[in-house]
C-alpha cells in the first residue's frame, strides 16, 4: 500500500517498504556506537535509547523533504534514484548529526547543572 504526498502538479508516492522504518535498527545501531563511543553514564545511555525513534522519524522526513525537492527541482527520475540509492546513507548521515548534537546537549546541560 502506497501513501501519497501531492506536491502542486507533482505526485510523491512513498511505497510502504520505503516508510523509513526499516532504518530504525541502523539508527539504534549509531545510537548504540554513541553509547559506547563516549563511554555515557547510565541515564546518557537510557536517553540515547530513547531517542532512536524521534531521531528515526526526523531522519525519515528529511529523506521525503529532500526527495520532494528533487521532484520539484529536478526531475521524478532523479527524485526516485535518489530515493533508492542515496537516500538510506543519508537518513544515516543525519542520524549520526541527530545524535552528536544530543550528546552535545547532555554534555553542556550536565556543566550547568554542576
Request: hydrophobic residues 60%; aromatic residues 10%.
Amino acid at each position: 500500500m502506497a501513501e501519497f504526498i501531492y506536491l502542486g502538479d507533482h505526485v510523491l508516492e512513498v511505497e510502504q517498504a520505503c516508510s523509513g522504518l526499516r532504518m530504525v535498527m541502523g539508527i539504534a545501531a549509531v545510537a548504540f556506537a554513541f553509547a559506547v563511543i563516549h563511554e555515557c553514564p547510565w541515564w546518557k545511555k537510557i536517553v540515547l535509547a530513547l531517542a532512536v525513534v524521534p531521531v528515526a522519524m526526523l531522519s525519515n522526513a528529511v529523506r521525503v523533504v529532500a526527495t520532494g525537492q528533487l521532484m520539484q527541482m529536478v526531475s521524478g527520475e532523479a527524485a526516485a534514484r535518489f530515493s533508492h540509492d542515496a537516500a538510506g546513507w543519508a537518513m544515516i548521515v543525519v542520524a549520526i548529526m541527530l545524535f552528536g548534537l544530543l550528546v552535545a546537549y547532555l554534555e553542556r546541560t550536565r556543566r550547568a547543572w554542576n
